[in-house]
């Protein structure tokens, strides 16, 4: 099975940029199509953030991050991007990487994701 490592995290001020990263443990993610960005802040549940479909590339996000954040993949699919522009406070989170092949209506539930990586704190405190 896949294993996913996440980094990039880290203590950021509002405004702030940055940018999160995602590998797995082989060449690449396959088999899996479906490739995300999920957050939990203390005390909350864990909140779908951004994706990107393998085939296609096409990106799907959060309402609370559209316009901030973009999902990406290298050309050679061996690693996924979280940029995340004009941080807030509320963006303080665990952020976790995760892959799944559920059909694409199902895209943004977390219960449907096969493999997720071990997590990256997020800070944005001024």
């Known amino acids: 099975q896949v294993q996913l490592v996440e980094s990039g995290g880290g203590l950021v001020r509002p405004g702030d940029s940055l940018r999160l990263s995602c590998r797995p443990s082989?060449?690449?993610?396959?088999?899996?199509?479906?490739l995300a960005w999920f957050r939990q802040a203390p005390g909350k549940e864990r909140e779908f953030v951004a994706a990107?479909?393998?085939?296609?590339?096409?990106?799907y996000y959060a309402d609370s991050v559209k316009g901030r954040f973009t999902i990406s993949r290298d050309s050679a699919e061996n690693t996924i991007s979280l940029q995340m522009n004009t941080l807030k406070q509320n963006d303080t989170a665990v952020y976790y990487c995760a892959a799944g092949s559920q059909v694409l209506s199902s895209i943004r539930d977390g219960a449907l994701y096969r493999t997720w990586g071990q997590g990256t704190q997020v800070t944005v405190s001024s």
């Open positions: 990107i479909r393998r085939n296609g590339g096409h990106t």
């Open positions: 082989g060449r690449t993610f396959s088999p899996y199509n479906n």
